[in-house]
């Protein structure tokens, strides 16, 4: 099983994304796709006079904000990722952590942050992996949006790297899984400007060191968190790449940056 995340550079890059969209739908087996769109998320924002902010790239997130993450997550960006796939042959279904309460999550408590509306999952246990299964079983794709909800009627923004992991990590259970981050770059970089840095193997050790010398910074840094966390849970393998590459890192041969404990 293949669980893929796709980020909100490619989301915005229609080539980039009509691309890889094809090369998804020829992947063979189980597989579920999970999609940010924080960058959509923030020009519609701004046109609607609602500046983003982001903390520890999180984006707090007000009710308002909600609303804009709610159309253009939920609506906008998973509709039409489930169009372009059906037209593609694939037959997907579009979702957010509510639908089929696939992912309970509450409301991020206040700390040093009040994040506003944004989700913590409740942990991987609580995953509704029989329900994937069971799509699985039908050849049904789930495209999963970066929305949860807190069991008391409020949806919640949560992040979609999160997601990611959290069903590789909950469908590690039934199936082996690897989890597959895809985004405009080739790989985690030495050199964040040098497309032909690509480290391909990525360990703790390694990974503390360039995290001090400031080579590995900003959003990377959750994403190689999450990228540990999962690994330690059980998933079987994580690897980090650009989207024009899917195919490649599907088929298991040479590309990105694979991650290891
Ligand atoms: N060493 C690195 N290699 C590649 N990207 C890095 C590195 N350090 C920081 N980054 C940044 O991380 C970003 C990816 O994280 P993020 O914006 O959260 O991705 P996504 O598009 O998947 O949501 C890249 O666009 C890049 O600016
Ligand atoms: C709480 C929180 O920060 N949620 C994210 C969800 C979208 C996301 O993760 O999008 P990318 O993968 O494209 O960055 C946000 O609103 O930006």
Redesign the pocket.
Known sequence: MNVIKI???VLDNPAQLDQFLTDFAFIQGPKVLVH?G?KIASDLSKQLGIEPNMVN?RRITDDDTLRVVTMVYGGLLNKNLVAQLQARGCNSLGLTGADANVIPAHKRPVKDIDYGLVGDVESPEQVNVRFLASLAEQGLTPVFAALTHDGQGSLLNTNADTIASTLAVALSREFEVNLV?C???KG??LD?EDETSVIHHLQPDNYAELKAQG??????LP?LDNAFAALQAGVNAVIIGHAGEIQTIAAGEKAGTRITL
Do not use: D, P, R, T
């Not at 080579?215 to 990377?220: D, E, K, L, V, Y």
């Open positions: 980020g909100g550079n940010g924080g790239g981050y985004f405009e770059k985690v970089l964040v080579s590995i910074f900003a959003g990377m994403k």
